[in-house]
């Protein structure tokens, strides 16, 4: 993308005045009309940025006609040579964002937060940028020119000193996705997913309350919920308590105390009694960022304790302080703290904007509330579940939290929902999981689609929960995706689209290609799952370079984890198959060892995780998988003897699964929590 020379920008006043023109780059100021303007472009290798600087000029100094407070200003940016295809990250409301396939630059949909591009010989990534007070965010443009708008969410006014976009260029989409998030994470002071700690509990099995029971959730509730898991033997390790618990009036906050109604004593004996009789350990419950939905309770006893730290909005809203509502979380927190609750899912983190318009600006107001409940949140160890919270200035504001919501809720009596579920899913992570470990939401095991969504949790690499009714969790669904304490056999990352998906609008023909990697002994292995989200068979073809983590190896197995069959591929060279209408499937992708590639426990989706060590010797090879259960492995070579755990098997292999046209073996034993041993001998 060549690097403009000048742009056209017009400016809107709050008396309806505008000026417009053309405003080269880098050549000092520039006049429209009484507007004084400045745009300067600075580059740092991959990275281009540029900033606005722009001043009102007064002609009466008793009239301050300021900018309106709805973008205010918009400036369009010429590209070329225009891009083969776009694909826009866009704000379809105040909380979420999902993509868009372009080839105009008209039909990019307004507040597009992320934009790629692809050019001839390279990728695009360009991101609107969230400065001080003002956002810039991205609309339909003109035949030849991006348009951007800037907003502050406050009117009047007279100066504008802000970064307007950066745009970072690579050679896969992946490569520009990476330089502009590290640019803007080391620009705002913030973390990178790979630097920020996960609470060790998103490493196990959770559930949650909400599409359970809604806001009716209450201790009864709760209690028999634990029993089913206890009875079906579900290894839960996590019970997030969701809304509906609190003390509130209406949509508004009146306590911190939990609703005594719903919980007569509080969470500390109920808590202490779950953890006795079943295999849940930790607990969180959930609240929005202004407190509950519409902030707090005017006339509550709970303005008054905590009116410091509180914030009246113009709206007449009263929400925690911008500036030092860290110690309204932080009296909260000790009090759940002291009840139980070791985590906590803030919801509603976008509406901030709504919260602040025409109060303060709305970037500074986010930036300061978000850092506000990570002070506040040290005593849950900053424990977060970042929700509804998918605005770029809440993107950029979360100093260390780790985990963040990437997609709308799982509607479970929403017809046809899972393919908008997946879509928001896949495409946002593209960005998303640059900064944060994206959770991939709940899902009912017992739905028509619980399957598909069983395995898009199992590669989502991300917190893996469920919110059954009572009586309704389908033990069967849930087996693949953990071992049998509740740990999961976790990816790496976050899922993302393979490149050739990622212009391409998948609902409309071809394929979904999700592909992520994960731990393989002292190596990496990884998984390409197929969706079909078109009611007609489609064909596919994957090759194992689409996972750029996979470890370099001259060829690769490929195991079909449906269908139980395995075929060897060159790095480049391409497997292919038929996908039926609406179908999915999932393949595993080995490099090929000289003796044998283990597969790990194979009635897990990603069991490969399970391989926690290979040791080669003349003659022989030894696994150690971390808990005993069907093992597989593929080979070239014959075996002559075969032990797991110093017991001979060699006739109950025989006996059992070999396919000699593909070499795959599989060794089927029960399910115990001890490690497995296998030795195969040669």
Known sequence: MKKPTQFRIEIHRQSGETAAGMVPVNQGDTALGNTCVRLEERCFGQIQTVSLHLDLLQEDHWVFDGLEQKAPVRVYVPVEPKPEKMTALYLFSDWWTRPAFAERFEDIPSKTQVLLLKGKDSFTCFVPMVGQNWKAAVSGGTETELCLELSAGV??????????????????????????????????????????????????????????????????????????????????????????????????LTDFAPDRRKFPDGFSRMIKDIRKTSSIRKFGVWHALGGYWSGVQKDSDLAGREAEHLTECTNGLLVPSPENGAEFYHHWYQLLRREGIEFVKVDGQSTAARYFGNTLPVSSAVRGMNEALESGAALMDNNILNCMG???????????????????????????????????????????????????????TSHPDGRKHSLLRAVSGGPVYFSDRLGETNPDVLRPLVYLDGTLPMMIRSAKPAEDCVFSDPRTGGVLKLHNAGPWGTGVAGGIAVYNLTGEQQDFSFAPCDIPELEESGRYWVYDWFKKSACSLGREERFGGTMDAQGFGWYVILPARESLSCLGLTEKYAGFTAVESVSEVPGSTTVVLREKGTVSWLSNRKYSHVELNGEDVTEQLSAGEYDESTMLFTLRAEEKPEKAVLCVRW
């Not at 770029?392 to 579920?421: C, I, K, Q, W, Y």
């Open 155 to 252: 009117g009047g006014y007279m100066s504008v000193d802000e970064p307007l976009y950066v745009l970072a260029e690579g050679a896969t989409v992946r490569e520009a996705v990476h330089c502009a998030f590290s640019w803007l994470a080391g620009e705002k002071g913030i973390l990178m997913r790979r630097e920020r700690r996960l609470p060790e509990q998103y490493r196990s099995l959770g559930w949650c309350s909400w599409n359970a029971f809604y806001t009716d959730v209450d201790e009864a509730g709760l209690r028999k919920k634990a029993e089913e898991f206890a009875e079906k033997s579900v290894p839960v390790r996590w019970m997030m308590i969701d809304d509906g618990w609190m003390s509130t009036r209406d949509t508004f």
């Open 390 to 444: 998918m605005a770029m200035e809440n993107v950029l504001a979360r100093p260390t939290s780790a985990v963040s919501r990437n997609s709308d809720d799982f509607f479970p009596d929403r017809e046809g929902s899972f393919t908008e579920h997946l879509m928001e899913n896949a495409y946002n992570a593209l960005y998303h999981d640059e900064l944060y470990c994206c959770d991939w939401d709940m899902f009912w």
